[in-house]
Nanobody, 123 residues
Framework: QVQLVESGGGMVQAGGSLRLSCAASGRTFSNYVIGWFRQVPGKEREFVGGISRSGGSAVYASTVKERFTFSTDNAKNTVYLQMDSLKPEDTAVYYC????????????????WGQGTQVTVSS
């Protein structure tokens, strides 16, 4: 079992930055991919990107590429999502999730989810 806890959400003005954290506990998940999704009411959960737990190559959705960056701290079992140049359309609940699947852009490919953290970007 893997437990994931997100933190770092909040409210920021457009153009600002936030850093989200996804802290993992439980089973060693060195072979997992940590993905980030976001969701607004009435819409499907949207893939933001993912990074292998070992901190290898990261994949970003086109809507956030060049603005969002993943990083990992293995000692803390934590993955970070640095969000810069935030836009009002980035407003959503952000979730981190873990999977061992070779493909990881769809929510159904993930086994473990955090509780989500709200990000609100005002114009």
């Amino acid at each position: 079992q893997v437990q994931l806890v997100e933190s770092g959400g909040g409210m920021v003005q457009a153009g600002g930055s936030l850093r989200l954290s996804c802290a993992a506990s439980g089973r060693t998940f060195s072979n997992y991919v940590i993905g980030w999704f976001r969701q607004v009411p009435g819409k499907e959960r949207e893939f933001v990107g993912g990074i292998s737990r070992s901190g290898g190559s990261a994949v970003y959705a086109s809507t956030v590429k060049e603005r969002f960056t993943f990083s990992t701290d293995n000692a803390k079992n934590t993955v970070y999502l640095q969000m810069d140049s935030l836009k009002p359309e980035d407003t959503a609940v952000y979730y981190c999730a873990a999977t061992r699947s070779y493909t990881y852009s769809r929510p159904e490919e993930y086994n473990y989810w955090g509780q989500g953290t709200q990000v609100t970007v005002s114009s």
